[in-house]
Nanobody, 118 residues
Framework: QVQLVESGGGLVQPGGSLRLSCAAS????????MNWVRQAPGKGLEWVST????????YDAASVKGRFSISRDNAKNTLYLQMNSLKPEDTAVYYC???????????WGQGTQVTVSS
C-alpha cells in the first residue's frame, strides 16, 4: 500500500533552517509528481511546493519562493523540502503528498510539525 512518512520537523529560531524528508513506498515513486502542503494552527491547507517526477521542474508558493526548495532522490524514493530563513508564520504541520496533477493529491503522509519561535 502507498505509504508516505515525513521526518525532520522540530523547533527552530526565526532565520534558521530545517530540511524535511518524506520516505515513499508502495508505489513507483519516480512516476509521480509530488507536493508539500502545510496547515498552520487554526487555518486551512496551504500548498507549498511541487516537483515533477524527474525532479527537473519545481513550483513554489509565493509565500516561500526564494526561501524553500523542493527536491527528490528517486533512487532513494525520498522527497525533500529545504527550508531556509524560516519565519514564525511558517509554523505548521507539513505534509508530503502524491500529486494527482497540480497540488491536488491522493495520498498524504501523517505530517511533521515545524515550529518557528524564539
Amino acid at each position: 500500500q502507498v505509504q508516505l512518512v515525513e521526518s525532520g520537523g522540530g523547533l527552530v529560531q526565526p532565520g534558521g533552517s530545517l530540511r524535511l524528508s518524506c520516505a515513499a513506498s508502495g508505489f513507483t515513486f519516480s512516476s509521480y509528481w509530488m507536493n508539500w502542503v502545510r496547515q498552520a494552527p487554526g487555518k486551512g491547507l496551504e500548498w507549498v511546493s511541487t516537483v515533477s517526477s524527474g525532479g527537473g521542474t519545481t513550483y513554489d508558493a509565493a509565500s516561500v519562493k526564494g526561501r524553500f526548495s523542493i527536491s527528490r532522490d528517486n533512487a532513494k524514493n525520498t522527497l525533500y523540502l529545504q527550508m531556509n530563513s524560516l519565519k514564525p508564520e511558517d509554523t505548521a504541520v507539513y505534509y508530503c503528498a502524491r500529486s494527482l496533477g497540480g497540488w491536488a493529491s491522493d495520498y498524504w503522509g501523517q505530517g511533521t510539525q515545524v515550529t518557528v519561535s524564539s
